[in-house]
């Protein structure tokens, strides 16, 4: 089936690279972008075209990092750090999922919004529930999203309501797994909350399952300084955070690591070596003070960063929001550290798109082959000083553009909203 659709195509094929198609034409068959044409061409000429006017094409949102069980405390414990805000905010709201039906409440609206804002695929943390975690990909599915979910392992260091014993962690995760098969676009990934919060065993058990099951791992590293020094107690023979990781066998292809805010030189060559993912947390590390990562260092030396909204550490689900969010605090990092050349509006264009897609396979931009993950955006309501170069509207509607702005939500090439 022959879908076209026609408005001001933006995409951003490499970080800090645009391109603009003013009134363009993507053609999709059957969901799959088969051109980007400026006119279009003679083979179509009698097919429908679903007409956005002056509206932008943009790419949809990928939001790297997020904890959905952290939903309903969104802008709250925001005066405490990062290991006092766990134990004050954070266990205890993920303790009240262990109710089915307050899981199903508050992932359908959790689903919803990520939709109407934009995002329409997302690397994820649930809580330890396996119950509440499948009705977490049940919803996000339902709504046409794609994804990563990850059931939480922790069997240290948690709370009285929020922890496992290791055999009971084991037990739940296989019986998670062996569920995950009944959807689609959503998929299970293991989540060892953070080194401090699983055991040894746990941990070597996790890694031999990934290896067995051919699973990709997601975790927290270098995020805080409090953090760091509690993993060097607990690994003394682990110079640096991430081999309290590989020495297990969670280090690898396709690893996910949150934050990376301390990550020193030889941390980030280890991640470029086996291809990890960071990403790059900006409202979350200001809110719980831990730091301004150093973003610019890291892509130019070559890692693979993506943007990640850390509800409920971070405070804005709207990945337009979170990009502009990494702009400012590079210019911090610039002012305050290191001089480093800040990001621009490009740069967390791509870094909020193609970067994060790419962990699911997709190529640069709106790239022939991969099904349609777009957003419209009628930035017409936006007040302007006058025209605006395709360029600029972009940044005015990253900064400026709220839900209402996006009309239109395509997710492996069919509309969702």
């Given at each position: 089936m022959t879908t076209i659709l026609r408005g001001n195509l933006i995409h951003a094929p490499a970080l800090g690279q645009l391109e603009c198609l003013p009134g363009g034409y993507l053609i999709l068959e059957d969901g799959v972008i088969a051109?980007?044409?400026?006119?279009?061409?003679?083979?179509?000429?009698?097919?429908?075209?679903?007409?956005?006017?002056?509206?932008?094409i943009l790419q949809s949102?990928?939001?790297?990092?997020?904890?959905?069980?952290?939903?309903?405390?969104?802008?709250?414990?925001?005066?405490?750090?990062?290991?006092?805000?766990?134990?004050?905010?954070?266990?205890?709201?993920e303790s009240r999922f262990v109710d089915g039906a307050y899981a199903r409440q508050v992932y359908h609206a959790l689903a919803r919004e990520l939709?109407?804002?934009?995002?329409?695929?997302?690397?994820?943390?649930?809580?330890?529930?396996?119950?509440a975690t499948l009705i977490l990909m049940d919803e996000l599915e339902q709504a046409g999203l794609w994804g990563y979910v990850g059931k939480v392992n922790m069997d240290r260091n948690g709370t009285p309501q929020l922890q496992e014993t290791t055999e009971e962690s084991q037990r739940e995760t296989l019986r998670w797994l062996d569920a995950c098969g009944q959807f689609h676009h959503i998929k299970p990934i293991l989540t060892p909350r953070f080194t401090p919060s699983c055991t040894d065993a746990l941990m070597a058990w996790l890694g031999r399952t990934a290896a067995e099951r051919g699973l990709y791992i997601q975790s927290h590293l270098s995020e805080n300084d409090r953090e760091i020094a509690w993993v060097r107690e607990l690994h003394p023979d682990c110079q640096r955070y991430w081999e309290s990781y590989a020495k297990y066998g969670l280090w690898a292809d396709h690893t996910v690591m949150a934050h990376c805010v301390h990550s020193d030189a030889q941390e980030r060559l280890a991640m470029?070596?086996?291809?990890?993912?960071?990403?790059?947390?900006?409202?979350?590390?200001?809110?719980?003070?831990?730091?301004?990562?150093?973003?610019?260092?890291?892509?130019?030396?070559?890692?693979?960063?993506?943007?990640?909204?850390?509800?409920?550490?971070?405070?804005?689900?709207?990945?337009?929001?979170?990009?502009?969010?990494?702009?400012?605090?590079?210019?911090?990092?610039?002012?305050?550290?290191?001089?480093?050349?800040?990001?621009t509006a490009a740069d967390g264009y791509y870094l909020g798109t193609t970067a994060g897609h790419r962990y699911f396979g997709a190529?640069?931009?709106?790239a022939v082959g991969d099904a349609l993950h777009a957003i419209v955006v009628d930035d017409s309501g936006i007040d302007t000083m006058g025209n605006m170069n395709f360029t600029d509207r972009l940044e005015r509607a990253l900064y400026r553009a709220k839900s209402e702005q996006i009309v239109a939500v395509w997710a492996g090439g069919k509309q969702i909203k």
């Open positions: 051109a980007l044409c400026s006119r279009l061409p003679e083979q179509y000429q009698n097919s429908p075209v679903i007409d956005y006017g002056d509206a932008l949102f990928a939001d790297c990092h997020l904890h959905a069980p952290q939903y309903p405390m969104v802008g709250t414990g925001m005066d405490v750090t990062l290991l006092d805000w766990l134990q004050k905010y954070a266990f205890p709201t939709v109407d804002n934009g995002t329409t695929r997302v690397i994820m943390f649930s809580s330890l529930h396996t119950d470029r070596e086996a291809n990890v993912l960071c990403v790059h947390c900006p409202d979350s590390n200001i809110n719980v003070r831990s730091g301004l990562a150093p973003v610019r260092t890291m892509l130019n030396e070559g890692n693979w960063v993506a943007l990640g909204s850390d509800i409920a550490g971070g405070d804005h689900l709207h990945m337009m929001d979170v990009i502009t969010a990494a702009v400012r605090t590079s210019k911090l990092r610039s002012l305050l550290i290191d001089g480093s050349e800040p990001l190529g640069a931009g709106f």
